[in-house]
């Protein structure tokens, strides 16, 4: 059973930092791609930064040069560190995971196979 459990979400202020975690098991973690998708109440999941299989890196426009994706392979686990964070980045921050090789531009707006539970982020202005 593939399972993604998130952690480091909080409360900050405008301009702060957070690292998010997340630990996986269940999967063969080096052939899948994993990376960190975000939901506001009442609007749609977004992709927010990938972490492909084969070392590629992708991001959400509205994070780029903010936020930065990194995954251990021997750890299992999957990091964002989000810098200099606004007000607009508060939403519920979930894990994910795809085994399809579907390129980001396409999982970023369609969604990944596996999602953790999730882990709130609020940034205060």
């Known amino acids: 059973e593939v399972q993604l459990v998130e952690s480091g979400g909080g409360l900050v202020q405008t301009g702060g930092s957070l690292r998010l975690s997340c630990d996986t098991s269940?999967?063969?973690?080096?052939?899948?791609?994993i990376g960190w998708f975000r939901q506001v109440p009442g609007k749609e999941r977004e992709g927010v930064s990938w972490?492909?299989?084969?070392?590629?890196?992708y991001y959400n426009d509205a994070v780029r040069g903010r936020f930065t994706i990194s995954r251990d392979n021997t750890k299992r686990t999957v990091y964002l560190d989000m810098n200099n964070l606004k007000p607009e980045d508060t939403a519920v921050y979930y894990c994910?995971?795809?085994?399809?090789?579907?390129?980001?531009?396409?999982?970023?707006?369609?969604?990944?196979?596996?999602y953790g539970k999730g882990t709130l982020v609020t940034v205060s202005s």
């Open positions: 994910a995971a795809d085994p399809s090789g579907t390129t980001w531009y396409f999982l970023a707006h369609v969604g990944a196979k596996f």
């Open positions: 269940g999967f063969s973690f080096g052939t899948y791609d």
């Open positions: 972490s492909s299989r084969d070392g590629n890196k």
